[in-house]
């Protein structure tokens, strides 16, 4: 039997990986290339709505490739590409736009959201409105049976279920396959080090992965833990306490972590010595990604024939798909 199709994007929006992108998203993405046929690609086209220097765009696109490389993408398991080298995802989006109504594209949240923050239709680009339609393109082209991301996608995928079966209703075909949201319940929304919010960059509240241990040190020291506990002979409550959940995703040495949960809860560790062995599981954990990092770092020929490779795997397939569908509505065959 042949192994399921995963499909998914990174945007290279320019933002160092933390840990709640790297356990939300990218590890549970990476760890599907053994079990699934998988196609990952960096959606650099999606980040003109942001990006509109060239310099920054092509670093930005250099730096996340880097990142999932070194983390363990292995290129070898994963077609990995960039979405501008492969010219169906642009075409299929033409098509798709019209399945889909103007009303419904305005109830999307990233549009809503902007709408918002910037009061007037007038300040929103219509890359930023059209962007699900593109994201639709992008999954469809591969009829994967699914898309590992994080909480926050779901009504893109939702909204590609819709086009997908407005399109095959109309013409009475199976073209599309509906894609399933691969989101995670327990990972797919990680808690900041200000034990409120979502972790994101945005709001200041990460811990990071690539950035210089000095910096990393930093945001564990300043992580919240338990506000009641005023001493470090206070009987402290781990139930929710952020620095605890970090333990159990990045501390491999489990009977460490429950003997620091135990000395916590019974007042005889300090926070001091609790985050130093966060820090040390930390260093632990993405050490060799670092190294890796580096050394690809020194590489770039060996990126970008990477995604050349990737490019032309993936617009094989994609190239099939977008063939199909002129045929369906009319535009082939004469
Ligand atoms: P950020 O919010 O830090 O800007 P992005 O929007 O670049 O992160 O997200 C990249 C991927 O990581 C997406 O699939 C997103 O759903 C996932 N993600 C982002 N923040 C978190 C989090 N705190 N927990 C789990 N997954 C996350
Ligand atoms: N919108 C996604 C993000 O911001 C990136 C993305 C673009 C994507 N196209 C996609 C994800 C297709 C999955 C499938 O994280």
Do not use: W
């Not at 994007?9 to 760890?31: C, D, E, K, M, W």
């Not at 639709?136 to 909480?151: F, N, Q, R, S, T």
């Amino acid at each position: 039997m042949s192994k399921q199709r995963i499909l998914s994007g990174i945007t290279p929006s320019g933002n160092s990986l933390h840990i709640g992108n790297y356990f939300g998203a990218v590890q549970p993405q990476i760890q599907l290339q053994h079990s699934a046929q998988t196609y990952y690609f960096v959606a650099d086209l999606h980040a003109l709505t942001t990006i509109q220097n060239r310099e920054v765009l092509e670093k930005n696109i250099f730096e996340v490739v880097l990142d999932y490389l070194a983390l363990g993408l292995d290129p070898e398991q994963c077609v990995l590409f960039r979405q501008s080298d492969v010219p169906a995802h642009s075409q299929l989006a033409v098509v798709l736009g019209n399945y889909i109504s103007f009303g419904q594209m305005q109830r999307m949240h990233a549009f809503k959201d902007k709408l918002q923050k910037d009061t007037t239709v007038e300040s929103i680009n219509m890359g930023l409105f059209n962007y699900p339609i593109l994201m639709a393109a992008d999954i469809l082209l591969y009829k994967p049976y699914g898309v590992p991301v994080g909480e926050d996608q779901r009504q893109h995928i939702e909204l590609t279920r819709d086009i997908a079966e407005n399109f095959n209703r109309t013409y009475n075909t199976d073209v599309f396959p509906l894609p399933e949201p691969l989101i995670s319940q327990e990972v797919g929304k990680i808690i900041g080090t200000d034990g409120q919010r979502k972790m994101s960059k945005s709001l200041g509240n990460i811990i990071g992965i690539f950035e210089d241990e000095a910096v990393i040190r930093k945001q564990i020291m300043g992580a919240y833990t338990d506000p009641n506990r005023k001493r470090a002979t206070d009987p402290g409550s781990v139930e929710g306490n952020t620095v605890f959940l970090y333990h159990d995703l990045i501390n491999d040495n489990v009977d460490e972590v429950a003997e620091l949960k135990a000395r916590y809860q019974a007042g005889t560790v300090g926070d001091v010595e609790v985050k130093e062995k966060l820090f040390t599981a930390h260093q632990r954990m993405f050490a060799p990604a670092r190294q890796r990092r580096a050394e690809l770092a020194q590489d770039p020929e060996r990126v970008k024939e990477i995604l050349r490779e990737g490019a032309q795997k993936a617009q094989a397939f994609a190239q099939q798909t977008l063939e199909e569908v002129y045929t369906v509505i009319g535009v082939k065959g004469v």
